[in-house]
């Protein structure tokens, strides 16, 4: 039996369309294989949908997400729209998008493929069990808080409701219950009106529904320490919205590249926006040379969480899996492997096609 799915894809800006390019590849040549027939529409999102139509979030994008089944994002902004001045920036296309679906839960796995324990700035030992998630907070907080522009005077509002932070708290929660049964809660506690109400309402929440999970808190600033320090420690980590943003790019330096790390926004239902954790990178942009991986990863999570389908969303991981295995590396990733012959420097189409190749040997014909 088929089963039919709606993907919106918002390839955005910089190197967003040459990684969502490949991702759609790969999902059209697994589809066959697992019965999933995917319904593609392409819309406008972020700086280039600023070009065309003077909004970051034209009103049909946002109508078509609404209709989806899965939304997959490329990376939105660049220096074109990044004038302190301007009216409409990329960004806030994205932020309400994330607002306007309700996808308050915004997953990050943090996994270390063994073929690139050596692509990593830490030590191989520092590596050694790492394989954590990053749940973060995703429309409230500092980034939707009361807020006023100026010249002279400007500030934004870090508000937390206690329902918001109970129903995220519970997403990470039941996360971890599936994994190695550990939570670890991050705020400033010690300074922050907003980070100790989430500690009181993540303690309540954790003490009534979850006693079975391993709970701790630890505040931002040593979090940050600790992530470098013994990462392999943690298994799920929750926290707000800007902690969140600031905690995932320094976790990705744990995978090598921040070319790896795929991420799914969800909320009640089974909708769910994927992206990878980078942004548009116009420095690389249009060459060819973008690392398509952590879109591709995305995939796989949109396959599990929003179509329930485990085994092509495992499909898609033992794919990246063996294609780093067979030595194939985008730039990102080759520059920082020490040089070696049995490595193979490749471009963002290769690198898409390698990862085909791979799904091909793996599944039913
Ligand atoms: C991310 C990005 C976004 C964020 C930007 C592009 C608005 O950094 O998804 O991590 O801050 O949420
Ligand atoms: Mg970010």
């Given at each position: 039996m088929t089963s039919t799915h709606t993907i919106v894809l918002l390839p955005g800006d910089g190197i967003g369309p040459e990684v969502v390019r490949e991702t759609r590849l790969v999902l059209e040549e697994l589809g066959p294989a697992f019965g999933l027939d995917f319904r593609f529409e392409t819309h406008l999102l972020g700086g280039r949908a600023i070009d065309e139509?003077?909004?970051?979030?034209?009103d049909e994008t946002l109508a078509a997400c609404k209709r989806a089944d899965a939304i997959l994002l490329g990376a939105v902004g660049g220096p074109k729209w990044s004038d302190p001045a301007a009216k409409e920036r990329p960004e806030q296309g994205l932020l309400t998008l994330r607002k306007e679906l309700n996808l308050y839960a915004n997953l990050r796995p943090v996994k270390i493929f063994p073929q690139l324990?050596?692509?990593?700035?830490?030590?191989p030992e520092v590596l050694d069990g790492v394989d954590l998630l990053v749940v973060r907070e995703l429309t409230g907080g500092l980034y939707f808080g009361p807020r006023q522009e100026g010249d002279e005077r400007a500030y934004d509002t870090l508000l937390y409701t206690a329902d918001e932070v109970a129903r995220v708290v519970r997403v990470a929660a039941r996360a971890a219950r599936q994994r190695r049964g550990k939570l670890t809660s991050v705020d400033k506690a010690n300074v922050l009106a907003s980070s100790r109400l989430w500690r009181k309402t993540a303690t309540r929440v954790m003490a009534e529904e979850f006693p079975d999970v391993t709970f701790e808190h630890q505040l931002v600033d040593a979090m940050a320490m600790h992530l470098i320090?013994?990462?392999?420690?943690?298994d799920v980590v929750v926290s707000g919205n800007l902690f969140g943003d600031i905690l995932t790019d320094e976790a990705a330096m744990l995978a090598g590249s921040m070319g790896m790390l795929p991420s799914a926004s969800l909320g009640d239902g089974k909708q769910g926006l994927y992206e990878p954790?980078?942004?548009?990178?116009p420095d690389i942009?249009?060459?060819?040379?973008?690392?398509p991986l952590a879109t591709i990863l995305s995939a796989a999570m949109m396959l599990r969480h929003s179509f329930g389908h485990d085994a092509a969303a495992a499909a898609i991981e033992t794919a990246v899996e063996q294609a780093l295995a067979a030595g194939y590396r985008t730039p990102d990733l080759a520059a920082?492997?020490?040089?070696?012959?049995?490595v193979e420097v490749v471009g963002t189409e290769a690198m898409g096609a390698v990862v085909r190749e791979q799904l091909r040997l793996l599944t039913p014909h």
């Open positions: 139509t003077g909004q970051s979030l034209p324990r050596d692509a990593s700035s830490l030590k320090r013994r990462p392999a420690d943690f954790i980078h942004g548009s990178a942009a249009g060459q060819g040379v973008a690392n920082i492997t020490p040089p070696d012959e049995t």
